[in-house]
């Protein structure tokens, strides 16, 4: 299998003033818009399965998003994808919900995980074990997104874990969370957003933002508090494959907000999927101009071969150096 | 009881005074409760905390009473149990993720803190649970480490 190494440029080393040696933070840091994407969990045990969906996400993205259980859906977990896209070079975000691990099971993967080479890691509460697959399942949320990530840093910044014991060689994470300006309550929102920063989250990716004014008004309220300043925002996008599709999203993803004028947009085209796809272009366009917002977070659910084109038709890597710009090419060093 | 839970919450301002004062009267008794030994007063401290507490609050008894932080809410009626705020599973109708008919705790709880003098604005980092505390009395808790008893407190 022939590895595609654009995704490459984490180093050992962190930089000056850098807590990882990760891609994305060096990205954001040097103040470029930097794009995630979210790989789907393939529901099988061929590697080969995880490459072909990182495949075409490397060529445009500075990090790939290994979910854990999203949607409390169970397929391969979020380490095992990690450890499949460090073998081959790639730079990955570990995502973590307290949903399905005690405090124990988690330090110990963040140790793994850092161990693989896994630069970022996101924290999440989880979505409830009831939106599922498997809804009799024990929901665990031993932690919360909150204590999560403070645990995390502890890790990182003390060297010890939750009780205190010493860690030889802490984790080197840059430390990720997430935020949802659409869900109530609104005015609290940033609050809450504050809270993680406090907690120790340093980059943001948000929950898929299909209302911009909304998104508007939730940013003009974290500068007015400064946070954008002490955080890497980064929104949530994704193409919608039809307004079918996008009415179940919205009545069983929770957390989902979709306006009635962005279903009614999709009914009215020829081409529902085309215009899915137009639409995830022109938001990302919208909402780069909106400041504050250091990048973008692409969740393309099973349309992954959608975001190679959405993000180059978006220009947001138009004054990236053209290894990542230009698809298909392999280069020998990283450019950043 | 889902109603009396959001009552106490609707009212969440006179029960921060209540609460102030009882704890003021909780620790000029201090000495007199020490007296007996706080480990005798342990049971019937428990029972007394999750009986009013229970009715009131739909207190769950967790050992680490956060209401004073929480809008005069108990988050352990969040379904995910979540002790720093709201998931990012709210609906738009302001109900819980998980039961679509309850309104979220944390919804509650905002507004509930908005209305209190002391409630903060949810902002303060709560630790994880210490699970071996589910069941006894928090009050009990506090009293000791408010009146200085560091044995008792932990
Ligand atoms: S919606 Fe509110 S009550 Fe329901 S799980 Fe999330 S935080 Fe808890």
Redesign the pocket.
Known sequence: MSVHRVGFGDSYRPREGHVSGGRLERVLRSGRFAVTAELNPPDSADPDETYRRALVLSEVCDAINATDASGANCHMSSLGICALLKAAGYSAVMQISCRDRNRIAIQGDVLGAAALGVNNVLCL?GD?VEAGDQPGAKPVFDLDSISLLDTIRGMRDDGRFLSGRAIKTPPRLFLGAASNPFAPPFDYRPERLAKKIAAGAQFIQTQYCFDVPRLRSFMSEVRDMGLHESCFILVGVGPLASSRAARWMRANVPGVHIPDAVIARLEGAADEKREGKQLCIDLIQEIREIDGVRGVHVMAYRQEELVNDIIHQSGVLKNRAPSIRAAGVTPKTEAN | MYLMRRIATRNARPLELLYLALGRVGLALAPALKLCGLERLERPAAWFESWSKGALFDCRMCGRCVLSKTGMTC?M??????RN???????QNG?????AE?K????DAWAGAGRMHRGGRLATLMAPLDHRLKGSSAWLRSLAKRAGDGDAAR
């Open positions: 509460t409830s | 988050p009626n969040c379904p995910k149990q979540l705020g709201p998931c990012g599973g709210v609906r109900n819980c993720e998980v039961q309850m979220c705790v944390w919804v």
